[in-house]
Each structure stands twice: as C-alpha cells, then as structure tokens.
C-alpha cells in the first residue's frame, strides 16, 4: 500500500522561552545521587560519570547557548510533509550537481538529524571544499517518526514502516525517482528496508549492521567466535535495549521531568559507543554538540516516544514475510568503523545478508560516525556512489 504524500511546508526551529525556562529549572534543581566510590571499570563503569555529568550540567546552567544552537540548526531549508497519518521534519538542502543525486541520510537513538548536519553541505556542494560540483548529492536528512520535529505514532510502529514513510517521502512529496539510502542505527536498518521494498532505492550504505536476513547464521570459526563476542557485548551493554524494548513506558515516566536524567541516559551511548582517545568524551565530542542533540529530545517532548522504535520492532509486523535466506540484491556499501555496539560480522556472514559492492575498513571511528568521522564517512558515500554508477 503506498503512503499519501502531501506538499511539504517550510519549517524552522523556534523554542518558546517558556519552553527553554522551564527545562533549565528543572537542570538546575536536580539533585545528583550517591557515587560509589572505587570500583572496577572506571568513572564510566556504573553508569554515566558522576564527575562528567556534574560539569556539563555546569555548562548547560552557564555556558550553553540554545539560540546560537538553534541558529545552527536553521542553517539548512527544513520542511514538514504530511506522509500518511504522520508529519515528517526533514532538511532538504538541493545540490550543486546540475542532474539530482538524491541522498536520503537516516539517523538512530539515541540520535537525531543534527548527527548529519556537520556533512550536509560537503555532500550537497563538493565544490566548496576542493571537489568536483558534480559530485553533489540532494541530501535529505528526516527526524525518524517520534524523534525530534517529527510527528509521534499513537503506538510502537517498526523500521519497516518507518521505511514506507521515507520512500513515500522521496518520491511522493519530493518526487525524486531514484535514490540512495545512508544510515548507522536505527538508520541502517530504515535504510536496509528501504533497499529491500522500495524500487525507487538504488543502493544503501550502512554503517552498522542493520538488516538481518532470515534464516541466515553463522558459518565457520571466525564467524561462531564473532556471534559469541556479540552476544557478550549486548550482555554487557544491551540492558538500555531490553527496558526500551519491553517496558518503554515505565522508563519514561522516570526520564520525563529530568532533563539531567534523560542528558545521562544518552550521553552515556555516545561514551560507550565512541571511539575515544584515552576515554576523553571530550576529544571527539564538544559538550554544545551532546547537549544539543540531548535539547532536540527535550524542546520536542519525544524521549518518551523515541525508545517506542525498540518495541515497534517486535510488535510491528508490517509487510510481507522475507523469506527465509532473502538478502537485499541492490548494491550496499560498508563502512566498517570499528568502535560500536555491535561491530559488523566478517564480510563472509554480511555478504549472505546484503550484496556487498563497497566494504571499507575504517580503523577508526566509532557508532555516530557522521559526528566522530565526517570526511571519512562522506568520501566513503561518495566513492560508493559513483562505483555503482548512480
């Protein structure tokens, strides 16, 4: 079933002061809980550091700027189309190419479309940084249903779904009649279902391993001891997964008057799943660009909203069964950074899922790779690109 489509509508970000007043007084009468003292693992290993979190709340308190943040996230034309039942927030930066290169950029949790910001512009108009004009791609950058400036679902919709929005986005309300898909997280998996259903979508390129063939499994000792690394690392790290894909509500209810409270939360994924230098959150992120990705969940009222994604993957299903051992046969590049969750498989398990045509091995970088690594990133979409001749 294809999604209506309507008009888009210009958009741009303005927060009530009413707003921003009543999120910093509640930042500013948080009480911060007892830290254990010692302990393997770290600052990091109970939970968000004590000693991190209580200096980015002194920053936020005194030294974030929201309006030059706002500013910088006006700096692109943004739009809102109606798409089925659900409004759609989307950047739509046209580029320098004289014939559309659409690229449609997706991100995850806990992130939002400012990860993508920082390469609008590169991708949209190489020219300006020492390439070639016609190397300019359209780039469409959406906030996933329920995240940011988009409109929130009444229940937990999948992946799936979320895909049927996007492609009805790009070729309904943009009118584009091809396309390339991009995306790490949640976006990844957006963008292998966009590969998998939408005909309009040429190629995709991931950087994490989103989609998943049925029925496929490991496949020799490489492959086994990759499986077992795995499973020990959503042990260890995954509980965030099993609350927000089985109770959502519950931890919302704790998370939705504590803007400290939700800040740590995230802040802690972007540690955890970083490639840091020396564990320094601070020597690949600013504290403006975590507290402003932290304010997008805030102003916008959807971190309650955007942990339903984890649920509406189990609960959701939209679509027609993919047969067992289906894989997605348009061409997909890799972009192998090492740091994440849940690193890619060996390309011998990740070629019987999708049609590698690109595979990169990045040796640095980690799971926000537009924010950790935009030029590798970038080149490594672009070389994808032209490789498979779109």
Request: net charge negative.
């Amino acid at each position: 079933m294809r999604l209506s489509a309507g008009t888009p509508s210009s958009f741009k970000v303005e927060v009530s002061q009413a707003k921003l007043n009543a999120i910093m007084a509640r930042v500013k009468a948080f009480t911060f809980p007892d830290i254990p003292v010692g302990g393997p693992g770290g600052p990091w290993a109970y939970g968000a550091s004590a000693a991190f979190m209580k200096d980015i709340v002194a920053y936020w308190l005194h030294g974030y700027d929201w309006p030059a943040a706002q500013d910088g996230l006006n700096r692109f034309p943004q739009f809102k189309a109606k798409i089925g039942d659900l409004d759609i927030h989307f950047v739509h930066e046209k580029g320098s190419n004289a014939t559309p290169r659409p690229l449609i950029l997706s991100h995850g949790w806990p992130g939002s479309y400012f990860e993508f910001l920082h390469v609008v512009e590169t991708l949209a108009h190489p020219e300006r940084f020492g390439g070639k004009a016609e190397h300019g791609f359209d780039v469409i950058v959406p906030s996933l249903p329920g995240y940011g400036f988009s409109g929130k679902p009444v229940k937990p919709i999948g992946p799936r779904r979320i895909a049927q929005h996007f492609d009805a986005l790009m070729t309904g309300a943009l009118g584009y009649d091809r396309y390339l898909a991009q995306g790490g997280d949640w976006g990844s998996a957006v963008s292998g279902w966009l590969g998998y259903d939408a005909p309009a979508c040429k190629g995709v390129h991931l950087n994490m391993f989103g989609w998943r063939s049925p029925g496929v499994h490991p496949q020799g000792e490489a492959e086994d001891a990759y499986a077992a690394r795995a499973a020990g690392l959503m042990q260890a790290e995954g509980a965030y997964f099993q609350e927000q894909s089985t109770k959502p509500l519950t931890l919302s209810y704790a998370l939705m008057d504590s803007p400290v409270g939700v800040a740590a939360w995230i802040i802690e994924k972007f540690n955890g799943w970083s490639d840091l230098s020396n564990g320094d959150i601070e020597a690949v992120y600013t504290k403006d660009q975590l507290l402003t990705n932290v304010m997008i969940y805030l102003v916008t009222d959807t971190f309650a909203t955007s942990t339903w994604l984890y649920r509406g993957l189990f609960e959701d299903p939209f679509g027609d069964p993919v047969p067992p051992g289906t894989r997605i046969e348009k061409p997909v590049g890799i972009a192998n950074f090492p740091v994440d969750l849940i690193p890619f498989p060996p390309r011998s398990m990740v070629e019987r899922h999708v049609n590698v045509q690109r595979w990169t091995d990045m040796g640095e970088g980690g799971h926000f790779a537009a924010l950790e690594k935009p030029g590798k990133l970038v080149d490594d979409i672009r070389a994808f690109a032209q490789g498979i001749g779109f």
